[in-house]
Structures are given as C-alpha cells and as structure tokens.
Antibody
Framework: QEQLVESGGGVVQPGRSLRLSCAASGFIFRNYGMHWVRQAPGKGLEWVAVVSSAGITKYYGDSVKGRFTISRDNSKSVVSLEMVSLRVDDTALYFC?????????????WGRGTLVTVSS | ETVLTQSPATMSLSPGERATLSCRASQSVSNYLAWYQQKPGQAPRLLIYDASKRATGIPPRFSGSGSGTDFTLTISSLEPEDFAVYYCQHRNEWPPGAFFGGGTKVEI
C-alpha cells in the first residue's frame, strides 16, 4: 500500500531555514517523479517543486525559485525540500505528492502534510 | 504560465442533486487536466486524470469532460460524502511545472 509521510515542519522565524522530508513506501520510488505542493491556511493548493525520477530534472514555482531546493535519495525512498530565507507567506501545510502511474500529468497519491509556520 | 479559473467558487446543493463544476484554462492544455477532491483536514484525492479518466476506486457518479480550454467535472447524484472542495490541475510536458485552479466548494 502506497504511503507518503512528511516530516520536518515547525515554527521558524522569517529569514531562517527549514528542511522537509517525505518518506515513501509501498511503490517503486525510483520510477516516479515527486512533487511538493503547499496550502496556506484557509487557501487553495499551490504547486511548489518537482524532481524527476532519477533526480536530474528539478523545477520550481516562481514564488520559491532561488530559495527552495528539492532533492531525492532513491536508495532511501526519500524526497526532501530545503527551504532558506523563509518568509511569512511561506506559512502553509506542505504536501508531498507522487506522479500518477497512469498519467505523469497528475498526482495520484499524497501525504498528509507537514505544517510550516513562519513567524517572528 | 497557465491560469486555471474555476467556477462557481461555491455551490449550494442537496444530496441527490447533480453538480456541474467548471474549469477554464487561459490557454489550451490539450487533455492534461486533473480533478481532485479535498475534505477538511485531509490531503487532496485524485478523482479524474487526463480530463475524463476516473482514478482507481473513484465511483462512476464522478465524470470529467472537455479538452483545450474548457473542462467540466460532473457529480451525477450527490452523496453526503461528496460535499467538499474540488480543484482542477494542469501540468506541462515542459517546463514541468503544475498549476491549480482556485477551487469550488460544494456545500449542503
């Protein structure tokens, strides 16, 4: 059974850094691209970043480009998001999501999320 | 950048009624359009991918249609558990970013 478990969230001051992790199980991790998607409190979904199955291609949303770095370790089935220069508007629930097995253009499984609060 | 506009923002319906949700793209997205359901405190769940294909385990009362710029999610007869927020989503071949619509809340 597929499972994605995020961790690493917490309360951090503006300008500081945080590293999120997402541990995958129940599927062949190295075969799928992985994404981070976030949701600010009471708001909609915002796509954050993607890393390809081999970890070679990485792409970011405009609001995080240059501040966030996505990476993966296929030997450990983990995808990570390194966040630096955090801003108050980065406050959100961060989900990791797996590319669809039937269509890479959708996300067929999501974790439950980890909450990041950026506040002084 | 592709902008997805969902309408209406909120719709008030009763169990048993038909729900028709719209998603309009600012440029053609071919059939690369997905729909998700999100309930409070839960992660989104994939309902429809490639505009009209139901994801695994999704009941047949959910259907998707459209191509190009105009897409529709239809729930043929609302069940109590269908009251939730629904999002449409598109992802490019290249660049490989993704975009979400603002969501439609289906409330009782």
């Amino acid at each position: 059974q597929e499972q994605l478990v995020e961790s690493g969230g917490g309360v951090v001051q503006p300008g500081r850094s945080l590293r999120l992790s997402c541990a995958a199980s129940g599927f062949i991790f190295r075969n799928y691209g992985m994404h981070w998607v976030r949701q600010a409190p009471g708001k909609g979904l915002e796509w954050v970043a993607v890393v390809s199955s081999a970890g070679i291609t990485k792409y970011y949303g405009d609001s995080v480009k240059g501040r966030f770095t996505i990476s993966r370790d296929n030997s450990k089935s983990v995808v990570s998001l390194e966040m630096v220069s955090l801003r108050v508007d980065d406050t959100a629930l961060y989900f990791c999501a797996k590319e669809g097995g039937d269509s890479k253009f959708s996300f067929d499984f999501w974790g439950r999320g980890t909450l990041v609060t950026v506040s002084s | 950048e592709t902008v997805l506009t969902q309408s209406p923002a909120t719709m008030s319906l009763s169990p048993g009624e038909r729900a028709t949700l719209s998603c309009r793209a600012s440029q053609s997205v071919s059939n690369y359009l997905a729909w998700y359901q999100q309930k409070p405190g839960q992660a989104p769940r994939l309902l429809i991918y490639d505009a009209s294909k139901r994801a695994t385990g999704i009941p047949p009362r959910f259907s998707g249609s459209g191509s190009g710029t105009d897409f529709t999610l239809t729930i043929s007869s609302l069940e109590p558990e269908d009251f939730a927020v629904y999002y449409c989503q598109h992802r490019n071949e290249w660049p490989p970013g993704a975009f979400f619509g603002g969501g439609t809340k289906v409330e009782i």
